[in-house]
C-alpha cells in the first residue's frame, strides 16, 4: 500500500498557473504508476493525466493536452502537475492516485486514492 496527499489547489484566475502535488509514503514510490484525475460537482470522475513508473510514458486527456505537464521526482517521492492557461472548467476536486504494473487512464484501476485537492478558476 502507498499513502497519498495532494496539496497544492487553490483559487486561480483564468489564464492563470498552478502546480499540484502529491506526497507518497508507504511501499516504494518507484514501483508505482501514478494518475491524476478530476472531478467537478454534479460530475463523474474524469482522468486527467497519468505517468509511468519510469516517466516515459504520459497519456493527457485532450481537454488539458498542451496546457497540463505531469511529471513526478521517485527520489523525493512525489508527483506533480503542472496546469497552466487554466479556464473556468477545470474547476474541480484533483486527486491522485497510484497502482502497479501499466499506466492506465481508467480510474478503476488505481488501488490507492488521495484526499483530493480543491482547484477553483475564476475572476
Known amino acids: 500500500q502507498v499513502q497519498l496527499v495532494e496539496s497544492g489547489g487553490g483559487l486561480v484566475q483564468p489564464g492563470g498557473s498552478l502546480r499540484l502535488s502529491c506526497a507518497a509514503s508507504?511501499?516504494?514510490?518507484?514501483?508505482?504508476?501514478m494518475g491524476w484525475f478530476r472531478q467537478a460537482p454534479g460530475k463523474e470522475r474524469e482522468f486527467v493525466a497519468a505517468?509511468?513508473?519510469?516517466?516515459?510514458?504520459?497519456p493527457y486527456a485532450d481537454s488539458v493536452k498542451g496546457r497540463f505537464t505531469i511529471s513526478r521526482d521517485n527520489a523525493k517521492k512525489t508527483l506533480y502537475l503542472q496546469m497552466n492557461s487554466l479556464k473556468p472548467e477545470d474547476t474541480a476536486v484533483y486527486y491522485c492516485?497510484?497502482?502497479?504494473?501499466?499506466?492506465?487512464?481508467?480510474?478503476?484501476?488505481?488501488?490507492?486514492w488521495g484526499q483530493g485537492t480543491q482547484v477553483t478558476v475564476s475572476s
Open positions: 492516485a497510484a497502482k502497479l504494473l501499466l499506466t492506465t487512464t481508467q480510474a478503476r484501476r488505481y488501488d490507492n
Open positions: 508507504g511501499r516504494t514510490f518507484s514501483d508505482y504508476a
Open positions: 505517468i509511468s513508473q519510469s516517466g516515459d510514458d504520459t
